[in-house]
């Protein structure tokens, strides 16, 4: 397994891998398969804005994560940053991609100057995915109900921190 940052040069890649995550779990992310269609690549490539994936040896994707500083135009939220986008394929899940990814995270965001906590969004129903953050830190501060509407159904969605 390889850690590797990508890019928008990777952006068909990761376009086609990350459409696989909203159309095989659509319950689990704000984004729809259309959404995704329509999407840029969602970082800039800078300390404030990245995109990490973990390679196969030949370099498949088995998982990614994104990361957003908030306030790029407000100083009253430089503080904060959001993780986003996580995602392990199925196939690699229980293997610690998606604890090594968000490791990563936080690890960059920590050398962030001024940066002090890092937030993200959770569909409530996802217990895998709240029990990994739970156990590097984060904890959930808000539920909010019917948070995405999908096909006529609502998911809940938990809004989670961690201060670093």
């Given at each position: 397994m390889?850690?590797?940052e990508l890019t928008s040069e990777k952006a068909d890649t990761y376009k086609a891998f990350f459409t696989q995550a909203v159309t095989l779990?659509?319950?689990?992310f704000r984004i729809s398969p259309a959404d995704e269609a329509e999407s840029p690549f969602p970082t800039l490539g800078t300390p404030d804005s990245f995109t990490l994936a973990?390679?196969?040896?030949?370099?498949?994707l088995m998982g990614v994560v994104s990361f957003q500083r908030e306030g790029a135009n407000r100083t009253k939220l430089r503080h904060k940053g959001l993780l986003f986008r996580m995602y392990v394929a199925a196939e690699y899940a229980g293997r610690g991609i998606g604890r090594r990814l968000v490791n990563e995270v936080i690890q960059r965001a920590r050398l962030l100057p001024?940066?002090?906590?890092?937030?993200l969004?959770?569909?409530h129903?996802?217990?895998?995915a709240k029990k990994l953050y739970e156990s590097v830190g984060f904890q959930s501060f808000s539920l909010e109900l019917r948070a995405m509407k999908y096909?006529?159904?609502y998911v809940d969605e938990e809004?989670?921190?961690l201060f670093l």
């Open positions: 390889h850690l590797i779990q659509p319950d689990f973990m390679t196969t040896p030949i370099g498949h001024g940066m002090e906590q890092l937030l969004t959770v569909a129903q996802n217990e895998i096909n006529g159904a809004q989670m921190v």
